[in-house]
């Protein structure tokens, strides 16, 4: 168990960036570096114990500068999008940046992915790194100066934990996220298609055609959202159905059954073919799942690829998108001096 401490990059503005390198006793990888936070690899073995990369990313710091599909990076201060770029606290209009049509997506043009963030190592043999930023007041928009600590740990049973915790010296919204794309076939392979998905929900939230929640809940039963069971990815991911046409695919919340629990499943994604299975356990009462419809070939990542639609998938543990502005779900409102707090696992393992 060993962090591998390294140089990535410098920034267009000059800003040294690091990366790490976690190492457990099974060699499984996992590489992050100070910009955005990004999770850059995650080496595990497949069935025959070969090892891939599957996740998709850059090989640069250019890459991460200038990439636009949030590869691996942490997300904030508010995952997702915010209606008409705009919230109301304690009787008060705050104005964000419309960088999705009208609204406002994933903390705004310059959010947490396009920031280096501190780093330390906490514990070198437990493979513990902590990533800290300090969001100043009306950064993007938002109100409060916003502490940030994010806390990685590769255990030595191939689980990537990641723990997020904030406190803010006023009222405001906050609602953490990693947006890693996953593939196990490897991050190259190919589209996700085929790989299988089961999520431990009930219910997802209704999308209008902005991908914005409406407020109404639903079934999962008789719809394409229904992954209750292992099911392929692209089973239903073309359906006529309309949820199906505003997203180009999926790119909808579903509300986890697990109920915060972190030792209760939420999700899992396997990939019969190699083998590989991810499992993943939240504290957070839901997940985004977003299975890069808009990725169109035009970004070169990592080893040369071009990461074409579909070629990986997002699971993003996070609060309601547009929580904030509507009453039917839990407010991702942060009081003054109280702390946010949630944790997520991605587990690795094989058939």
């Known amino acids: ?35 955005g936070g990004a999770i850059v690899e995650i080496k595990v073995p497949d069935k025959e114990g070969n090892f891939d990369d599957v996740i998709l990313g850059y090989d640069t710091i250019e890459g991460y500068e200038n990439g636009k599909k949030f590869h691996g990076a942490l997300i904030g201060r508010c995952a997702n999008r915010i209606k008409n770029s705009r919230f109301n606290i304690n009787d008060k209009i705050y104005e964000l940046e419309a960088n999705d049509g009208e609204n406002h997506l994933h903390g705004g043009r310059f959010g947490f992915d396009k920031v280096v963030w501190d780093s330390e190592i906490l514990d070198n043999e437990k493979n513990i790194l902590k990533l800290s930023y300090l969001s100043k007041d009306m950064e993007e928009g938002y ?6 600590d994010v806390i990685y740990q590769l255990t030595e049973y191939n689980s990537i934990k990641i723990e997020y915790r904030a406190i803010s010296d006023k009222d405001t919204v906050v609602n953490l996220t990693n947006h890693s794309y996953f593939n196990l076939r490897g991050h190259s ?4 298609l085929e790989q299988k998905l089961m999520i431990n929900s009930n219910k997802f939230t209704l999308n209008n055609k902005y991908s914005i929640p409406t407020g109404e809940i639903k079934n999962v039963e008789n719809t394409p959202m229904d ?3 292992l099911k392929a990815i692209g089973e239903n991911i073309n359906d006529s159905d309309e949820q199906i046409e505003f997203g180009q695919g999926y790119d909808h919340n579903w509300i986890l059954n697990s109920n915060g629990d ?6 899992k994604l396997v990939d019969e073919l190699t083998g590989r299975v ?14 890069g419809n808009f990725l169109d070939g035009n970004e070169i990542g990592k080893e040369n690829t071009a990461y074409k639609r579909r070629s ?3 699971l993003e543990t996070q609060f309601v998108p547009n929580a904030i502005n509507d009453v039917s779900f839990e407010s991702t409102l942060l009081k003054a001096n109280d702390e946010y707090r949630h944790t997520t696992i991605y587990k690795f393992k094989t058939l």
């Open 189 to 192: 392979s190919g589209d996700v």
């Open 278 to 291: 991810m499992e993943m356990y939240t504290t957070n009462i839901g997940v985004q799942i977003y299975s």
């Open 1 to 35: 168990m060993t962090i591998d401490e390294k140089f990535f990059g410098k920034t267009k503005s000059g800003i040294k960036v690091k990366s790490y390198i976690l190492t457990n006793k099974n060699k499984m990888e996992v590489k992050i570096i100070t910009y």
């Open 143 to 148: 109100p409060g100066n916003l502490k940030v």
């Open 312 to 314: 990986g998938i997002c």
């Open 227 to 229: 992954f209750r069971k």
């Open 262 to 267: 972190l030792n209760v499943l939420s999700a």
